[in-house]
């Protein structure tokens, strides 16, 4: 089974050269230390900047360089910093190639639930909704079950939405997956679990095809 480190690591490898990519609060900043060094990628931050590198080693943080949420970065040469207008101006242009994004809640048609829970205290949702509203390929990183040991992939998701229809893969903690009309297709296993593991981990409808191989990480 995958720890956080492990989901990212497995996520940077959809990354692909030439691409530019929104990275959500939560393990999907991690992914930006896993990304292959022969591929050049652009990471995009909704506070404004473009051009995100990996985390800083101890020491040698820029309490004035933080991502959206506020954790100290590093910039790659040739980052840039802007407002959020131009910020979202990307987002919402679909000029953002790959968008990854953390999720309380996915259900078996692709709705995403990532942004509030009924009762507790929430500033607000922030740009997920625009995220979620314009990007074409989002990929979400997560635990596939709960605290309480109840699954985060749905028939239906029972907390408010973050948007409909909008996922297409999603990486656990002990799969990968893909969104299909027909429901979760299991495409991976992450090492050590079995698929009735995940059978037994996933509420929603799970589509197995063939023999699952093992992720390679």
């Given at each position: ?189 992450a090492p050590g679990v079995s698929v009735d593991d995940i059978i037994k981990a996933t509420e929603g ?13």
């Open positions: 089974m995958l720890d956080k480190n492990g989901i990212a690591k497995r996520i940077a490898q959809e990354v692909k050269d030439g691409y530019y990519v929104n990275l959500g609060i939560g393990i999907p900043t991690l992914v930006a230390n896993f990304v292959r060094d022969d591929i050049e990628v652009e990471f995009q931050s909704e506070n404004g900047v473009l051009g995100m590198g990996p985390f800083p080693f101890e020491g040698e943080e820029d309490a004035d360089i933080i991502n959206a949420g506020k954790q100290t970065i590093t910039t790659l040469p040739g980052a840039s910093f802007f407002d959020s207008a131009m910020s979202f101006s990307m987002i919402r242009g679909q000029h953002v190639d790959l968008t990854i994004l953390g999720a309380m809640e996915v259900s078996e048609n692709g709705d995403i639930a990532n942004w509030k829970i009924p009762g507790k205290m929430v500033k607000g949702m922030g740009g997920a909704m625009d995220l979620v509203a314009s990007a074409e390929n989002i990929i979400v990183a997560m635990m596939h079950t709960n605290r309480a040991g109840a699954s985060k992939l749905l028939k239906k998701c029972s907390l408010p939405l973050t948007g409909v229809g909008c996922v297409k893969k999603i990486v656990t903690n002990m799969a990968v997956l893909e969104v299909t009309p027909k429901g979760f297709e299991l495409l991976e296993r409808d799970l589509i197995i095809k063939a023999e699952v191989p093992e992720m390679s990480i």
